[in-house]
């Protein structure tokens, strides 16, 4: 299975965008989508993850209520919706596929190759 994550760009502060993470192959009923976010020179933060079978849904403090993470099983594709973007918000967006239900990136053994976000003040 591969993952491709899609829709990052330049967006300006308080607006939206979507990404999208395909996955190649299927995902079973007990995977865990997630979508990370890294910073140059930081380490990669958690942003939030799904449970794939359940819908479940567990989001970082700091886009709690901004932020939201679906997924379309027919389609393979997790999404994560932003909003009220901060500039702060910026960095290349990773999605990853994980067995466990974990925040933790060492848990997540399969990612994408990262989409840019950019928000200007």
């Known amino acids: 299975v591969q993952l491709q994550a899609s829709g990052g760009g330049l967006v300006q502060a308080g607006g939206s965008l979507r990404l999208s993470c395909a996955a190649s192959?299927?995902?079973?009923?007990?995977?865990?989508m997630a979508w990370f976010r890294q910073v140059s020179g930081k380490e990669r933060e958690f942003v939030a993850s799904?449970?794939?079978?359940?819908?479940?849904?567990v989001y970082a403090d700091s886009v709690k209520g901004r932020f939201t993470i679906s997924r379309e099983k027919a389609e393979n594709t997790v999404h994560l919706q932003m909003s009220a973007l901060k500039v702060e918000d910026a960095a290349v967006y990773y999605c990853?596929?994980?067995?466990?239900?974990?925040?933790?990136?060492?848990?997540?053994?399969?990612w994408g190759q990262g989409t840019l976000v950019t928000v200007s003040s």
């Open positions: 990853a596929a994980s067995s466990t239900w974990d925040t933790g990136p060492l848990n997540y053994k399969l």
């Open positions: 192959g299927r995902i079973y009923s007990s995977g865990v």
């Open positions: 799904i449970r794939w079978g359940a819908g479940t849904t």
